[in-house]
Each structure stands twice: as C-alpha cells, then as structure tokens.
C-alpha cells in the first residue's frame, strides 16, 4: 500500500482528552456532570434563530458570496470597529466555519516547512496539531502560574531564533481565563514588530469577559493592523457552537492569501445561517449582557466551591467560561485526578496537562456548559471525593 502522507504520520497522534474518555457513558444509568467540553449550556437565543429559519424559508439556500455575504461583513465590520477597535472594512472579513477553520486557513497561509511558531503554555492543543499539519514547528514558551500565567516578553524573546514565523495568542486564554492585559500585549505587539513576526489572535471568548472589565485585541494596536491575523466565533458568546460560524480579519496581503486556502477548502459558508449572524450582531445587546452575567454567576460559585475543597485553590477567571483550579495541594496528578473524577465522582472535567507541561496539578473545569443547579451538585460531588482523600 503507498504511505500516508507525513504530515498526518509524522504529527502528534490527535487526542479529545476526557470527552473521549466519558463518551457513551451517558447511556449507562449514571448521572454524568460534564464540565470537560467548551459546550455552552445556553440556547442559541431565539431571534437569532428565526432569522435564520425566515431567511432559509425566503430562499436563502444558494451560492453565497466567497468571503461572506456583503450585509453580514457590514455588521462584522461594525463590531471590529466598535468593540475590539479594529480599523476594518467589509473588504478585510471573510466568514469561515467557525474558528477552527479560520485557524487552520491561517496557519496553512503563514507556516512554511520548518517555520516556527511560539505557542503560549498552557496551550489550546488544536493549535499544537494544525501547526505541525502545515509543517511548522511547534515552540513552547511556559508561562508562569505563580504569577497568574501573566505574559512575560523575555521569556517569549529567548524562543525567537531566525526561522520563528509567529506568536500564537489566546485572548481571554482557554485554559486559564486570563484576560491579557494592555500592557501584556503590548509587549508582544514590540516583540512582534521588532522581529518582524506575525501574531495569531484566537479571540472567541472576546465578548466573555467578567466584572466589568474591557477586552483588547492585540490588532487595535499601534503597528499591529497588518501584521495580526485575529479569529472570532458566535460559538460561545451567542451560544451557538452547533452552527459553525466564525470570522477572520487580518491586513491585505495576509487575508489574500487566506482567502486563497478557504476558496479552495470549503469554497464559503452555507448562506441561511449567515442571517443568523447579522441578527446576532445587530439584535438587543442585553441577551448578550444576560448570558454573561449569568456565566459570572456560574462562575462565583464555582470558584468559591473550589476554594473550600481541601488541597484545591482557585483564582477568579477574568474571561472565557473556565475555571482552572491548582489541585497540586492533593498529591494527584492532573490525569489521575480528572480520571478519578469520573470514575468515583461522575463528574468530568479536563486534566491541566491537556494543555501542556505547565498545565500539570491543574484542572480545567467548564462552568459554562451546565445549569446553576446541576453545577452545585457537580461542586458538591468533586468536595465529597476531595474531602475523602
């Protein structure tokens, strides 16, 4: 039989960590709490919805424009420009199928055959797996959790050698909930315009972000427009991760070539549910503000029931719908614990390490993808198992 091609055998084995592991254990006669999966528990609001279903019973149902249709990158381009502070134009957007796609077209335009790119760890581990697919090099830079897995530019400098391409940059961070700060990405903003790179942007919990806090995108800063490839989704701020809907918006010359790898993919996005996304773009901002306030919810009490449980400690996520509690005070390693979890608990969260080296004595646990009340029955589970070590 001809080989496969390297690319696929020579690349790190694909891994869907704990979902794996639970799946099908749903259909036994045990109540599995899953907080390992990024799954908004929220419903895709309903005017978003029957926006989509009119535009699809009104004959939406043919060739879109390549990059999107016009009236959908007029509302992405409105967005851009208000709240992330990016100065682009409907011609700068093309629509994608979620943000998966958008990184993967991005990676397989920018990443030549032995280029590398600096991945922040810990790390969200389909980044890891679409660079090596492109042929590039992976290079891990820790970050540091006693400091709150802050962004520190030396340490990001000393992996910079003559063939680093790219930063890959998670703004809020999954895992961490980290919302980076002005003055963090501004030190990778003169990193990246010192050494001439490029930064990859993944921004899908952009609009997730708690106690009132701003989001910046590292592209609204000086320098930075042409040089950031920056990628957003409605998967979870609109609760709508079953769509597959996303957005990428990056200098001329960066977005020619990824139209070049999305033209030849997928050609564009299905055209009804593009509807969907207008309405979810210019539709009442308090159903956006009221799925938020409620994750914040989720997320105090989460976070306070993580606290009392002995060995475990919790700082409070400035973003995303992640918490991503220490549990080195246990004596368990990550695996063993999220393993045990399920087994002994049946709760499923995601092992720290998932996410790289310096995820290890941590755990990553998802308070957006369940009800305030099955999320007080996951916490009392996990105390009931702590407590018993």
């Known amino acids: 039989m001809p080989k496969l091609a390297r690319r696929i055998t020579e690349t790190s084995p694909k891994s ?3 979902v794996a592991k639970a799946a099908g254990m749903d259909h036994t006669n045990r109540d599995i ?52 502070g990016i100065d682009a134009g409907m011609d700068d957007i093309i629509v994608t199928n979620g943000l998966t796609q958008a990184s993967f077209a991005a990676f397989m335009a920018l990443v030549d055959d032995g280029d590398e790119v600096i991945l922040l760890e810990p790390y969200y581990p389909q980044h890891l797996g679409k660079i090596e697919i492109a042929g590039g090099r992976p290079v891990i830079v820790a970050l540091d959790p006693k400091n709150y897995y802050a962004i520190d530019p030396k340490e990001i400098e000393k992996a ?45 919990y952009d609009q997730i972000v708690f106690d009132g806090a701003s989001h910046v995108s590292i592209a609204s800063l000086p320098g930075m427009r042409d040089r950031t490839v920056s990628m957003y989704a409605f998967t ?50 308090e159903i956006l503000a009221d799925m938020v306030a ?31 509690p220490n549990i080195s005070g246990t004596g368990l390693k990550s695996q063993d614990a999220a393993d045990r ?7 499923v969260v995601e092992s720290g390490a998932f996410y790289g080296a310096a995820g290890e004595g941590y755990l990553r646990v998802c308070f957006g993808s369940e009800s305030y009340e099955r999320l007080e029955l996951a916490m009392d589970r996990m105390q009931a198992y702590f407590n018993g070590l």
């Open 16 to 18: 869907y960590g704990m």
């Open 33 to 84: 709490i899953h907080l390992e999966l990024g799954k908004p528990h929220h419903t895709t609001p309903v005017h978003i919805v029957e926006a989509t279903v009119t535009a699809l019973r009104n004959g939406a149902v043919h060739y879109s424009d390549l990059p999107g249709l016009p009236e959908f990158r007029a509302a992405i381009r409105d967005k851009l420009n208000s709240y992330n």
């Open 160 to 204: 910079i050698t003559p063939r680093t391409k790219a930063i890959v940059l998670v703004n809020p961070c999954n895992p961490t909930g980290r919302a980076y700060s002005r003055e963090e990405l501004a030190g990778v903003a003169e990193l990246a315009l010192r050494h001439d790179l490029y930064v990859i942007a993944d921004e899908v």
């Open 236 to 285: 979870k701020s609109f609760a709508m991760d079953g769509w597959r809907l996303g957005y990428v918006t990056a200098g001329p010359e960066v977005l020619g070539a990824i139209a070049k790898v999305v033209a030849t993919e997928v050609t564009h996005v299905n055209t009804f549910i593009q509807y969907g996304g207008i309405a979810a773009l210019t539709g009442p901002s």
């Open 294 to 324: 409620d994750d914040q919810r989720k997320r105090d009490l989460v976070v306070e029931r993580l606290n009392q449980m002995p060995g475990v400690t919790c700082a409070l996520p400035q973003g995303t719908i992640y918490a991503f």
């Open 341 to 347: 979890l399920l087994q002994e608990a049946d709760v």
